[in-house]
């Protein structure tokens, strides 16, 4: 999926399954790329690839559902598994549709996984890789995560045009010059003229500056309250896009507008911010007076949401990597409230959790809202040692999840609450808020 750069969340991203493939024994001496092999498909797997077994040896197909029969093209031989393309539909699943984008194809686009897919088989396959991820990798038994997940995956209701921020590319060939993006695990350009998930209008206005620019060029794109802004700069030129754009959330009636670059982190969904902001307070349920650490904060909207509860008598910390984001999360904060209840810190977290958090009280909660890599072993076992009383996880890697909540059930917090989005329809990624609260604090 293309993503912003310098997006908080663009950090490296996971392995494409949670099928231990490394450690099979099957050999893929003999297998070479470009090879066709004939398959039959068993289930999803993280990544937006799909399992099948050639003699036994483990293939991840993309373009693919589970229990096809199909035709498939090697395009890469690991150690221990492969990696392939159905190219040939024998038997296709019942839910299959016709992709709506002519891009979505077998070396085409990777910005889109399951564009092949009816909406509501999607979200079935984004549950599964969930529900896999918090047994593997969380440890959690399957009644426990049979009640987590009871509720399913909320659907935000718009499934196309719905991505707020993209990056393109200059294609040209003979004359001709069109957007671009990567092709699936590739530094090739595809043609994404017919984008089908990109803002609409966005989108456009990214195309005429794109084929229009005398010179191959990268064009950012994002949506706000004003609409669509895009930056065109020099396909290989060091500067950065300097245009910003505006976000609104609501809390209690009250409004406040956020500020960030073209090609800075916001969430691409536009319903999925307030989503977030909503979940995380109904579960922490803060109170006038509480402390409350908000970790990887971004340009602030979780902490300005908890600031609101917590009034002057309490404070909200806000902990946030990136200068510029720290810096529009004060000037947000100076104009928000009338007294200083959150303290902005611009600081690495895992860095600021082992010194300077210290100083500070033990807070009532903590909210962390890590890149896809998850917050991890140190900063994890660090707040859980401070024993705040409710602790709320925002992961958007299914995979991290399982391995931070593991973390956090050796530290003695369980996992008693888990609320998952589609956020981005037609790709394999989701959105998850999980609330622990200490293990004897739940009967």
Known sequence: MPTDPGARRSAKPEPASTVDANRASMSTSGYAVGQQLDVTLERVAHGGHFVARHDGLVVFVRHALPGEHVTVRVTEVSSHYLRADAITIHSPHPLRVVPACPSFEPGGCGGCDFLHADIALQRDLKLQVLREALARQGKLAEDHIAVLTADGMTDLGVHEGWRTRMRYRTIRNTGDVRLGLRAHRSDQLVDASSCVIADPIGHARAADLVTSADEDVDAFMAVGEDGPVVDVLTAHGRERPRSHVRHSLAVNGSSMEFRTRVDGFWQVHPRLAQALVDT??????????????????????????????????????????????????????????????????????????????????????????????????????????????????????????????????????????LRSWDGFSHTHHLETAALFEPGDQIS
């Open 280 to 417: 995380v307070l109904q579960w922490a349920e803060p109170k006038p007076g509480d402390r409350w650490w908000d970790l990887y904060a971004g340009v602030g909207p979780i902490a300005w949401a908890l600031g609101m509860r917590v009034e002057s008598a309490g404070h909200v910390w806000a902990v946030e990597g990136s200068a510029y984001a720290a810096r529009e999360a004060r000037r947000i904060f100076d104009n928000a409230f009338p007294d200083p209840r959150v303290s902005v810190i611009h600081a690495d977290v895992r860095r600021w959790i082992a010194t300077a958090a210290r100083d500070h009280a033990d807070p009532d909660g903590v909210v962390l809202d890590p890149p896809r890599t998850g917050a991890g072993r140190a900063v994890l076992e660090a707040v859980a040692a401070r024993r705040p009383r409710r602790l709320i996880l925002v992961a958007c890697d299914p995979v991290a999840l399982g391995r931070d909540t593991a973390i956090l059930a050796a530290s003695g917090y369980r996992l008693d609450k």
